[in-house]
């Protein structure tokens, strides 16, 4: 199970009773990005988001990835990781006197569905910026059927400086069929090195999501039925809203990042 991960970096956190075979991961060994496995989600909803950038994101030279908060004039920037794209994402391209929804569909990276999901990372510090690790179907949103268009899964997002975090699924887009449920607020016990472990177990009987190997929340469905890819994400406040930063960003003190430690992926072995 575990014979791709070399022993000097943390074992993973897996749910018990049951077997698991490792997939894909990261442990961000090296000193560049591995780009064969992430991208850089530069678009939102067919836009160039003006704080989304492909700088930023380092490694350490000791097996970690850090997703640092930049300031440049006044203005702030982060990155955003991911393994395939939506096709929400992408700006419409002309077709003639019509526009074509997508500019360009591209070839994703890694997909999966079904299976466990976890990341072991440290919270960033500053106020004014989150940070995320989920999951996304290329194509939420495209039909009222979310196993068929799948399912935004919200493994773990943080918004605030005081240790809560929280899951969340997303369905039928972001419009007005948008369907969501999620878990509230859930407050992260401190650890003595400050690494914290985030998982969901994706399986066709629902979403059970785990902290630090714990269960904190399940939830039915709606499941989806479709491959998604992984994101590792960080953005900047207020800019959703404005073209101006949110008055707690302004208050960060840099530099600060969200550093993850390994993303891994199992199949659950029947």
Same mark, same amino acid.
Request: proline share 5%; glycine share 10%.
């Given at each position: ?15 018990? !009773? ?6 894909? *991961?990261?442990?961000? =060994? /090296?000193? @560049?990005?591995?780009?064969?496995? +992430? ?110 268009? !799948? ?6 997002? *943080?918004?605030?400086? =005081? /240790?809560? @975090?929280?899951?969340?699924?997303? +369905? ?8 969501y449920l999620g878990s509230g607020d859930r407050k992260v016990s401190d650890t003595a090195d400050g690494w914290h472990y985030f998982g969901c177990h994706w399986s066709r009987e629902g979403y059970v999501f785990y902290v630090d190997g714990q269960e904190s929340w399940r939830v039915d469905g709606p499941v989806s039925d479709t491959e998604q890819f992984l994101l590792i994400s960080t953005e900047c406040m207020g800019y959703r809203r404005s073209e101006q930063p949110d008055e707690k960003l302004k208050k960060a ?18």
């Open positions: 199970m575990e014979s791709r991960i070399d022993a000097t970096h943390a074992p993973s956190l897996l749910p018990e !009773g049951k077997r698991w075979n490792l997939v894909w *991961n990261d442990e961000f =060994d /090296g000193d @560049i990005l591995d780009r064969t496995k +992430w991208d850089f989600r530069l678009y939102l909803m067919q836009r160039r988001h003006s704080t989304f950038t492909d700088e930023g994101a380092t490694l350490d030279g000791d097996s970690h990835l850090l997703l640092n908060l930049i300031e440049r004039d006044g203005h702030y920037y982060s990155p955003h990781l991911q393994t395939g794209s939506n096709y929400l994402d992408r700006p419409g391209a002309s077709y003639g006197k019509f526009t074509w929804p997508v500019g360009k569909i591209e070839k994703p990276g890694f997909m999966h569905k079904y299976g466990y999901y976890e990341i072991r990372c440290k919270l960033q510090t500053q106020p004014g910026w989150w940070s995320a690790f989920w999951l996304q179907s290329p194509l939420i949103g495209s039909t009222l059927n979310p196993a068929v268009s !799948g399912v935004e899964i919200d493994i773990m997002e *943080n918004f605030t400086r =005081d /240790g809560v @975090i929280s899951h969340n699924i997303h +369905w039928n887009g972001y419009g007005d069929d948008h369907g003190v840099l530099p600060d990042a969200f550093v993850v430690d390994f993303v891994r992926v199992y199949d659950e072995v029947k």
